[in-house]
């Protein structure tokens, strides 16, 4: 999995982490797969937080928000170096980390075309740009991340909600010419929440005849607190999960 995750890149690759459904674990997902890309890979990647409501990246991998996506849109123009982009981000090992606005009542929403500028500079700069979409489809800036991504994640549970809303991202993908984009994903079913009542081996089966590759992560009390992560307090079977979805992600590399 190492081998793979260290895969060379032929410039910057985004990979937009979703879910239509809140609850199930997106964020968590994202930072994960950004530590675990940052920390395995020698290049540079940064994980973005694209929600438009006060989305708490930041706060589960630095506890910094200070500084936020909006700060560095204001100051666009003026940015023309590494030294310049660090001043925006914070640092999760070697992890940089782009807050999202943090008041929703600013009136300030991230937007389709904000996003797609954002994007181009952070391609400048980094290898790989993980987004935390937003959760819902149809809001402005998931219209852009998915204009601008190169791959995937989709984010699920073994519950019949959690299962049937990630099923119906990949319809709607479908349904909206992103077909190709849809039978590449990821899909991750968080084993947070699950009951004896659902068949999870026959929702596993459903997704692996529909995307790329299908990770299962279980549950792990240190990811359940909804705190700031740790790395080191994550269960062995938890970091290997991760290992294999940065594997997994990076084996579309290129491609």
């Not at 904000?114 to 980094?126: A, K, Q, T």
């Not at 549970?157 to 909206?176: F, I």
């Not at 026959?202 to 299962?216: N, Y």
Request: aromatic share 4%; hydrophobic share 40%; with cysteine.
């Amino acid at each position: 999995m190492l081998h793979r995750i260290r895969a060379q890149l032929p410039g910057a690759h985004r990979v937009a982490v979703m879910s239509v459904k809140g609850g199930v674990g997106k964020t968590t997902v994202s930072a994960c797969l950004g530590l675990t890309l940052s920390e395995n890979r020698g290049d540079r990647t940064v994980v973005l937080d694209a929600n438009p409501d006060a989305g708490t990246l930041a706060d589960r991998l630095t506890g910094d928000s200070r500084v936020t996506v909006r700060e560095l849109l204001n100051d666009l123009d003026q940015i023309r170096s590494w030294t310049d982009v660090s001043h925006y981000t914070s640092l999760a090992g070697r992890l940089q980390v782009l807050a999202s606005e943090q008041d929703p009542a600013s009136g300030d929403a991230f937007r389709h075309d904000e996003y797609e500028l954002v994007c181009e500079l952070l391609g400048r700069f980094f290898n790989v740009i993980v987004t935390d979409s937003g959760t819902g489809l149809v809001h402005s800036a998931m219209q852009g991340t998915l204009a601008q991504a190169d791959s995937i994640v989709v984010v699920g549970a073994p519950t019949v909600d959690g299962a049937g809303r990630a099923s119906k991202t990949l319809d709607w993908l479908v349904a909206h010419g992103l077909g190709d984009l849809a039978r590449d994903a990821v899909v991750v079913l968080s084993y947070d929440r699950q009951s004896a009542e659902v068949d999870a081996d026959r929702i596993l089966e459903h997704f692996r005849s529909r995307v790329r590759g299908v990770v299962r992560v279980p549950h792990d009390p240190h990811l359940a607190t909804g705190g700031r992560i740790d790395p080191a307090r994550l269960r062995p079977a938890t970091s290997d999960a991760f290992l294999e979805l940065g594997a997994l992600v990076a084996d579309g590399f290129g491609t």
